[in-house]
T-cell receptor, first 111, second 118 residues
Framework: QKEVEQDPGPLSVPEGAIVSLNCTYS??????FMWYRQYSRKGPELLMY????GNKEDGRFTAQVDKSSKYISLFIRDSQPSDSATYLC???????????FGGGTRVLVKP | GAVVSQHPSRVICKSGTSVKIECRSL??????MFWYRQFPKQSLMLMAT?????????EQGVEKDKFLINHASLTLSTLTVTSAHPEDSSFYIC??????????????FGNGTRLTVT
């Protein structure tokens, strides 16, 4: 079993729709949870970061973590064509700073 | 803050030559930097962890003599791809961990270097 599972997509939505992304993980040692956005031929850009179960909101982005189910989600409200990118979930353990990435989900927001 | 600069953004070299890629933390000190490789439509694969003033730690399957890493200062790490071959063509990305940051602090990434070996 992979440590992290993430649907590769592509996920195509019309402009203005809610984008819903998720990752499941199997390693209980993961304590910190991140979402990165990566545009084509660019480095990943940190979007959301959290370390506890529950919701965290930042503008149009909401990150959810359910540690009991080992499931994290990212929601993008009022999606824009500029949100078209690959979204990567990433995890950190309690010790060390090596990130474990999901495979990424490609998102297309159509005008 | 937390800006990581990577240079060059794109490089084309001939087979058999060496290429150096630089990763700089612009507004913070980074004791530890990471080098990743990314193939098209795939996720990032950690190649090595670079520690200032000591030898890098390589992931399983990564040839340390081929991918030379030097982390000579708290703001600069370099990756040299030696005797490059076409199969080394890829997107190389670095990230940096701020010195003294609390455990679990998120990492920030450079914009990557696209290497094409002809």
């Amino acid at each position: 079993q992979k440590e992290v599972e993430q649907d590769p997509g592509p996920l195509s939505v019309p402009e203005g729709a809610i984008v819903s992304l998720n990752c499941t993980y199997s390693n209980s040692a993961f304590q910190y949870f991140m979402w990165y956005r990566q545009y084509s031929r660019k480095g990943p850009e940190l979007l959301m970061y959290t370390y506890s179960s529950g919701n965290k909101e930042d503008g149009r982005f909401t990150a959810q973590v359910d540690k009991s189910s080992k499931y994290i989600s990212l929601f993008i409200r009022d999606s824009q064509p500029s949100d078209s990118a690959t979204y990567l979930c990433a995890f950190l353990k309690a010790a060390g700073n090596k990130l474990t990435f999901g495979g990424g989900t490609r998102v297309l927001v159509k005008p | 803050g937390a800006v990581v600069s990577q240079h060059p953004s794109r490089v084309i070299c001939k087979s058999g030559t060496s290429v150096k890629i630089e990763c700089r933390s612009l507004d913070f000190q980074a004791t530890t930097m990471f080098w990743y490789r990314q193939f098209p439509k795939q996720s990032l694969m950690l190649m090595a962890t670079s520690n200032e003033g000591s030898k890098a730690t390589y992931e399983q399957g990564v040839e340390k003599d081929k991918f030379l890493i030097n982390h000579a200062s708290l703001t600069l790490s370099t990756l040299t791809v030696t005797s490059a071959h076409p199969e080394d063509s890829s997107f190389y990305i670095c990230s940096a961990a701020r010195t003294g940051a609390r455990q679990g602090s998120p990492l920030h990434f450079g914009n990557g270097t696209r290497l094409t070996v002809t």
